[in-house]
């Protein structure tokens, strides 16, 4: 059974740091693509960070040079540094895990982000 498990969600101030984290199973980790993507009320849902099975990373306009992800295989988790937040970076973000030329594609519950004074 595959599983994605958000964790680091929280209050903070603008200015503000925290990391993500998303631990996965019962997938072959080091062969999928991870995501994170991030939903704020009365939004649709949009891609926020990628980092690949060879370890490129892409990432939206808005948090370039903010956001930074990263990934250890050995421990099977991939991460979402976050600094310098701002209250438009509120919203619930999920962990994806994709695996290239195939249908497997998997989804974590969401960790809640609140960036507020």
């Known amino acids: 059974q595959v599983q994605l498990v958000e964790s680091g969600g929280g209050l903070v101030q603008p200015g503000g740091s925290l990391r993500l984290s998303c631990a996965a199973s019962?997938?072959?980790?080091?062969?999928?693509?991870m995501k994170w993507y991030r939903q704020a009320p009365g939004k649709q849902r949009e891609l926020v960070a990628t980092i690949t099975s060879g370890e490129g990373r892409n990432y939206q306009d808005s948090v370039k040079g903010r956001f930074t992800i990263s990934r250890v295989n050995a421990k099977n988790t991939v991460y979402l540094q976050m600094n310098s937040l701002k209250p438009e970076d509120t919203a619930v973000y999920y962990c994806?895990?994709?695996?290239?030329?195939?249908?497997?594609?998997?989804w974590g519950k969401g960790t809640q982000v609140t960036v507020s004074s």
């Open positions: 994806n895990a994709e695996r290239p030329y195939s249908r497997e594609d998997y």
């Open positions: 019962g997938i072959i980790f080091r062969l999928y693509n």
